[in-house]
């Protein structure tokens, strides 16, 4: 990202304030549910439908009180959207330092991943509710039944390697974050400012975004990078937006014919060795007029 403090000294103080606000948020809220995990189900985990699953939660112990209030199915569908399937439990239940219960999956849910999410208040002195957290436990497949071949050997009705149904990205924790700016097809004038939009899920399981690059693709198969608009990390539970000054370094990579999109690359609170990335739409550039 290029600025020119003197052009862009309000905007760059908009965005950090955006930024700063997001940050603020997510701090406290990490602040409050440090400590907080669904242990099981895990990433072992396989389950069918119909079948019986275990949930535990567990949290290291502090001074502040803790209340699991609900806790709910959903699945992650093949865009990377979280769905509701059902309600598991809702009560008020004082969660000290580890606390479990099972689920009968529903008999006709699909095949594919699915996860928990526990919903807990913190209580402050005097009784009023502290910030919310929403834990969730790791995605775990689900297949559609269990059967046995003639020599006695129990299989899955789906491989568990088939990406039809478990998608490696997803098993990691990368869904629920959508990339809403820029729109796609919608052609900028080098120099303009882009504005960069991200939303998040709240019970997305990223985790913190470490940076923002411009790629360019001639062919619609091969992608290049133009350059880095944004480096650093953000921790953010709802959305994030960014503006960032087109202006490409190169005479090269201006190129009206091309397709041009944004990649975040993001942490996942669920796999500590490999990143998420996510893509926003394509979008077209066209240099100034003469």
Not at 53 to 80: F, H, M, P, Q
Not at 91 to 98: A, M, Q, S
Not at 109 to 121: D, F, K, S
Not at 124 to 132: I, L, Q, R, S, Y
């Amino acid at each position: 990202m290029k600025f020119s403090l003197a052009a862009t000294s309000a905007l760059l103080l908009t965005t950090l304030a955006t930024m700063s606000k997001a940050d603020s948020y997510a701090d406290a809220i990490a602040e409050w549910c440090d400590g907080l995990a669904i242990t099981e189900p895990n990433d072992n985990t396989i389950a069918t439908a119909g079948g019986v699953t275990k949930i535990t939660a567990t949290r290291v112990a502090d001074e502040k009180e803790k209340t699991l209030t609900g806790l709910d199915l959903y699945s992650v569908d093949a865009n990377g959207d979280a769905k509701y399937i059902q309600n598991v439990w809702q009560g008020n239940f004082t969660l000290n330092e580890r606390a479990s219960i099972t689920d009968d999956i529903p008999a006709n849910v699909a095949p594919g991943l699915y996860y928990y999410r526990a919903w807990i208040t913190n209580l402050m002195d005097g009784g009023e509710h502290g910030p919310d957290c929403i834990e969730t436990s790791h995605t775990f497949k689900v297949t559609s039944g269990v059967h046995q071949n003639s020599d006695g050997i129990s299989y899955y009705t789906e491989s568990l390697d088939d990406i039809t149904f478990f998608k490696p990205e997803h098993f990691r924790g990368c869904f629920g974050l959508k990339v809403a700016e820029p729109k796609k097809d919608h052609t900028y004038t080098v120099g303009e400012h882009v504005r960069i939009t991200a939303n998040r899920d709240k019970a997305s399981q990223t985790a913190t975004l470490t940076s923002i690059d411009l790629y360019k693709s001639t062919d619609g198969k091969n992608a290049q990078l133009v350059e880095n608009a944004w480096t650093g990390k953000s921790r953010f539970t709802d959305s994030f937006t960014l503006k960032d000054h087109l202006n490409p370094a190169k005479k090269e990579d201006i190129d009206e014919k091309a397709t041009y999109y944004y990649t975040l690359t993001v942490t996942s609170d669920k796999s500590k060795d490999e990143d998420c990335t996510f893509h926003s739409e394509g979008f077209k550039i066209k240099a100034k007029s003469q």
